[in-house]
């Protein structure tokens, strides 16, 4: 059998669909174990982001313990400086381009968490023309722990003089914000919640989005499909081959 497909100009071709078809169920396999730890992902922020709100507290010290946190439900109490309201572009599917108000909380210990108070289109950018909404004195807030970005490739610098913001920068924000005389600061921003929305409705909360692209099984078919075309190519190539006439 040797012989006749080294005679037949097949070994080498053999030996290369052989690898290729295992190179390519190794792919396929690994984009099922890729699937199988997406799934628990999904199901571990789905928890986190339904479960009981717990204490900002709480948060840092599941994250200390290197403990996912993203997405995680807490809730706290406070006041916040309307003040040093930052802007961070956003495009809302209703209402178009416009601006998520990121706002310091100040809470009872002195502390300072930033909190993605929700969207508000362009013109309402001015915060003297949304005045109901800068509610004063002591609120709760429950929201979504969201940590620090890093930008992509294509993101936009931030416009710190102008207040224009493209990526959660937490430093850069504190530094806006504060100066150099910086209180204590959550780790985190909290995206705050939809309800209660706040007097005249503005800024609308609940602006996250919590969408995990999950194509792993597709791409797991895709590379089984592949070495299935392989090894078909080459049985037809050897039948051609063995079918030939030698001489």
């Known amino acids: ?14 030996l290369m669909t052989v690898l290729g078809i295992a190179l390519l169920l190794g792919l396929g396999t690994w984009q099922l174990k890729r699937l199988e730890w997406k799934q628990g992902l999904i199901a571990d922020i789905a928890a986190r982001s339904h479960g009981e709100p717990v204490a900002l507290a709480n948060a840092e010290a599941r994250k200390g313990s290197g403990e996912g946190i993203e997405y995680l439900r807490v809730a706290t109490n406070g006041h916040f400086l309307h003040d040093k309201e930052i802007y961070l572009y956003a495009h809302d599917s209703r209402y178009g381009p416009g601006y998520h108000v990121i706002t310091p909380l100040v ?4 502390s300072v968490v930033f909190v993605n108070r929700g969207y508000v289109p362009l013109e309402l950018k001015d915060a003297a023309k949304r005045p109901e909404g800068q509610v004063s004195g002591e609120v709760e807030v429950v929201g979504l722990v969201r940590a620090a970005e890093i930008p992509g490739t294509f993101t936009p610098a931030n416009d ?18 504060f100066g150099a005389d910086q209180p204590r600061l ?3 921003m909290v995206d705050a919640e939809a309800e ?35 090894l078909a190519v080459f049985v037809f190539f050897a039948i051609s081959r063995l079918e030939r006439p030698v001489g």
């Not at 207040?163 to 850069?172: E, P, S, T």
């Not at 007097?199 to 299935?228: C, D, F, I, S």
Request: glycine letters at 10%.
């Open 160 to 177: 710190v003089d102008k207040n224009i913001w493209y990526w959660r920068d937490l430093d850069a924000m504190a530094a806006t914000a």
């Open 196 to 230: 209660p929305p706040p007097p005249g409705g503005w800024p609308r909360g609940g602006t996250t989005r919590v969408e995990l692209p999950n194509r792993h099984l597709e791409y797991a078919l895709t590379w089984y499909g592949l070495a299935a075309a392989l």
């Open 107 to 110: 809470m009872a210990d002195g």
């Open 186 to 188: 959550a780790s985190f």
């Open 1 to 14: 059998m040797f012989n006749e497909m080294k005679s037949k100009g097949l070994l080498w071709p053999a």
